[in-house]
């Protein structure tokens, strides 16, 4: 047993063992809040402790140095392995570690927190949530108890408890009398106040919502839920319950997140290592491509053309066009010797290189070698007439047919290296190229595309620029064979590695510690000359790595090119797609998931549902679903955990030039009914700059970016920037120019109503769309 061992104790067995050296009774069932308060500080002690104990040990490892065998120093780096490793998941933990308990029919008590603890005697302190003995706090109810009699709340400030909330399950206690409490926790995690960061939901995670996290991990799960359904949430945990179950296949492979923006990346950032993981990458869609961070696209008709899947077939068209034999014979060059190369002699290298099946780049040197020595054949046979029979040495040839400028010239004009940077910037800037390779678009929509070299490229890029490079391969022409040689050397490290957690683990394990060892990490360790990379940062930084499992969020929003490109990172489509096609709002979102995403599942595709919006009063509920309704939008009515305190206010602005200073005016009223929070005005794109401006004069530094924070509790955002978040109080100007900013989609607006906790007002100059 260990620290992250999922076995259970019972509270008799633990308590008849009170007195002994490390063991912590349990309290009993019917332990108050003094009592529990005193337990949750001993697994505070407990958790210091551990963290003592790993920072000595990997203080110890480190100063032995690099030094011995390759198997000792093998065995030395999966000792700092683990030990950073597991000293940052318990530095991550430490605010709110511990949330529940569970007492069950037999007399058993579990206590339930973010990662498992074991005493020094190895006694059972706490399970992880994601442990499956841990499963029932999430899924007993009174009709099914599954032998909870109760489920207790732990509501933690920090370390400290603040109060408890029992649910009594066992319906003979229930006829005692006792009272029984069942909302607390929830309603108090979905009322509390904003901070600009997402929080966990591991205390307060729902039956439907933990069904979904503890799915099989094998093909493409779609979760579809409205507003405030915690999708997010659920997708976040599921990959830290992914990770927890299969460590052994997903901590090499990894795990990958994508989201809409940078805005809402940052947003979520905190959310896994509050739950004991930390080695995910998370990546907003224009950030696929490493060393690139795409712009937004000019317009949303260009945005849309740039996201069909036809762009693959295009892409293809490109690098092939790019290869091209001669119309007649030329001569070249070498040494001021003549040598005539004609169209058959370029054909034959075209088809030898083309032959080898290798990305473009790679297989130029097959089309070099080849016409390299067809002309030096030439050469020397010309020289062999010159010298009349002489058998001079003439194994310079080769090398001077290489360096001959004119040969050089001749071997780019029929198969030029390329960047997919390059290729990319040739297709839009040369309106000719990019008519010979895309006959599927119209010439109206090739003139959209057109732009100056230079140009930044945009999020619609991101996925066109790894197609090229899937394509084009390395554009050093000996990276083929340097990759051979350290595939070579990789598997080499890998079985030194092996060899060396082998003989490490029975060592940490007697420390109290499992599943922090992994081979793949201690190659790399030996291998690396610089600083050490997590397999995390390493995929974050290879374009061609391919993950275990991806976690994709706002899915409907996604064009298919992007979804071929995370097909491509994911190989065994093991995805977990969250998202609401009724919120969709990009050109490319789909009307059903069916359409975007049954050409890559065949029939790999489950779809899940949620059906409570948590976050959102009713009363706001009811307004964006009866706007929606009124403008065609397709949606499913939510189930709400609240009525709301405040109903939402519509005002009416004289003009467009009283928005901005009602705007300001606004926000001091939400302030002021609300007493403390984040107020986000959500306005359209345009306004956007001319609000914060006008909200920093009135606030100073209370005006945050993005999702704000806790010193920041103002904020100014378009609606496409909101999503994804929630905010105490939103301010939404000007709906009917959201419709028309959307060209019509109700997305949008839809989206805007429905990011407050808490309070919606909404100012208008024009007509309001129906439903208002």
């Known amino acids: 047993m260990s620290d992250t061992d999922t076995t259970a104790s019972t509270a008799a067995d633990l308590n008849g063992h009170d007195g002994d050296a490390g063991l912590i009774p349990l309290p009993p069932i019917e332990a108050g809040i003094d009592q529990e308060r005193e337990y949750v500080a001993a697994l505070y002690r407990r958790l210091d402790e551990l963290r003592q104990e790993n920072q000595q040990q990997l203080s110890k490892v480190r100063s032995t140095g690099a030094v011995g065998t390759m198997q000792n120093i093998s065995e030395r780096d999966a000792f700092a392995t683990m030990y950073e490793d597991r000293l940052a998941q318990l530095n991550a933990v430490d605010d709110r570690m511990v949330f529940g308990r569970l007492d069950l029919d037999n007399g058993e008590a579990r206590y339930i927190g973010r990662i498992g603890l074991t005493s020094e005697a190895r006694q059972r302190l706490m399970l992880d ?121 997903l901590k090499s492979a990894g795990v990958l997140i994508v989201g809409p923006n940078a805005t809402f990346m940052s947003y979520i950032e905190r959310v896994l290592p509050s739950l004991g993981e930390t080695g995910v990458v998370m990546s907003s869609l224009a950030d696929l491509y490493p060393g690139v961070r795409g712009v937004e696209e000019a317009t949303p008709e260009v ?195 092996q060899k060396a957690v082998e003989n490490a683990t029975p060592q940490l394990e007697e420390m109290g510690i499992e599943g922090f060892l992994d081979a793949e990490a201690v190659a790399q360790l030996n291998a690396d000359t610089g600083p050490r990379m997590t397999a995390s940062e390493r995929a974050g930084v290879d374009r061609t790595w391919t993950y275990g499992h991806i976690v994709v969020d706002e899915a409907q929003e996604l064009s298919p090119m992007q979804w071929h490109v995370l097909m491509r990172r994911c190989p065994l489509k093991s995805f977990t797609a969250v998202g609401d096609t009724a919120q969709g709002s990009s050109p490319s979102s789909a009307r059903s998931w069916e359409q975007g995403l049954g050409p890559f599942t065949d029939d790999r595709l489950r779809i899940e549902e949620l059906t409570v919006n948590y976050r959102t009063p009713k009363n706001i509920v009811e307004l964006a679903e009866k706007v929606a309704a009124a403008n065609g939008l397709d949606i499913t009515s939510l189930r709400t955990v609240r009525e709301g305190e405040y109903a939402p206010v519509v005002e009416k602005c004289d003009d467009a030039a009283a928005l901005v200073p009602a705007a300001v005016t606004a926000v001091a009223a939400e302030h002021e009914r609300l007493e403390e929070g984040l107020v986000a005005v959500i306005a359209p794109e345009q306004m956007v700059a001319a609000v914060r401006d006008a909200l920093v004069r009135a606030y100073g530094q209370r005006v945050g970016t993005g999702a704000g924070s806790m ?62």
């Not at 933690?156 to 607390?184: C, F, I, M, P, Y």
């Not at 991990?217 to 979760?223: A, N, P």
């Not at 955002?717 to 028309?740: I, N, R, T, W």
Request: aromatic letters at 4%; glycine letters at 8%.
């Open 129 to 249: 949530w994601r442990a499956p003995e841990a499963g029932v706090f999430y899924q007993a109810t009174a009709f099914d108890r599954h032998g909870v009699r109760r489920r207790r709340h732990l509501l933690l400030k920090r370390r400290a408890v603040q109060s408890l909330e029992d649910e009594l399950l066992d319906a003979t206690v229930l006829e005692e009398g006792t009272e029984n409490h069942g909302d607390g926790a929830l309603l108090a995690a979905v009322t509390a106040r904003r901070t600009g960061q997402m929080g966990d939901i591991v205390a307060t995670i729902q039956s439907e919502q933990d069904r979904i996290i503890r799915a099989d991990r094998s093909g493409v799960l779609v979760v579809q839920g409205g507003p405030g359904t915690g999708k997010t949430a659920v997708a976040l945990h599921r990959a830290a319950y992914l990770l927890y179950t299969h460590r052994d296949r």
């Open 711 to 772: 010193a920041q509790d103002v904020v100014a955002l378009s609606a496409d920037e909101a999503k994804g978040l929630e905010f105490d109080g939103v301010v939404l100007l000007e709906p009917a120019a959201l419709l028309d900013e959307a060209s019509g989609k109700v997305g949008s607006l839809y989206v805007a109503l429905t990011r407050s906790t808490q309070s919606l007002r909404v100012l208008a100059s024009r007509a309001l769309p129906t439903g208002f």
């Open 303 to 497: 945005e849309e053309i740039k996201g069909r899947l036809d762009w693959a077939q295009i892409i293809a068209s490109a690098v092939e066009h790019r290869r091209r034999n001669i119309s007649a014979p030329r001569e070249v060059s070498v040494e001021g010797v003549k040598v005539t190369v004609t169209p058959k002699m370029v054909k034959r290298g075209l088809e030898r290189a083309r032959g080898t099946g290798k990305p473009y780049n790679e297989a130029r040197s097959t089309f070099v070698k080849v016409m390299v020595r067809e002309i030096a054949d030439k050469l020397e046979r010309i020289l062999e007439k010159r010298s009349e029979g002489n058998d001079a040495d003439r194994s310079y040839v080769v090398e001077d047919v290489r360096g001959a400028r004119d040969v050089r010239i001749l071997l780019n004009l029929c198969w030029m290296p390329r960047t997919p940077q390059a290729l990319l910037e040739d297709l839009f800037s040369k309106p000719r190229y990019l008519a010979d390779v895309a006959p599927q678009l119209t010439e109206g929509e090739r003139g959209m595309l057109q732009r100056s070299p230079g140009s930044a490229f945009t999020v619609a890029d991101v996925p066109l620029l790894d197609e090229a490079a899937e394509l084009l391969g390395e554009l050093d022409e000996s990276a083929g064979r340097d990759q051979a040689r350290q595939r070579a050397q990789r598997e080499k490290d890998l079985e030194n590695a």
